[in-house]
């Protein structure tokens, strides 16, 4: 998130009417709803999850057991059990 000065890309008037709520303070200002990025989106971690989860699948129906992958990838069985049966590829 970076800052910009709001006299340096706000029209005047509507500076003004902003100042009339919020003067010298820093405000926030949200994305468009059609523009935000989803969790992961951008450093890629959400790619790396449904690789690693596809590739738990795999192993799975390559004869490893649930305990045996919890082991592997550092997960608890509870989690390699919501990966097996619920998640979608």
Partial sequence: ??????????????????QEYVSGESIYIPRRKDSRRHWGEQ????????????????DYAGGYTIKQLADKYFLSPKSIQRILYTEKE
């Avoid at 450093?43 to 795999?58: A, D, F, H, M, P």
């Fill in 43 to 58: 450093s890629g971690t959400r790619k790396e999850l449904v690789r690693r989860n596809s590739q738990i699948k795999k």
């Fill in 1 to 18: 998130m970076g800052y910009k000065r709001a006299e340096e890309v706000l029209p005047a008037e509507l500076l003004e009417q902003i």
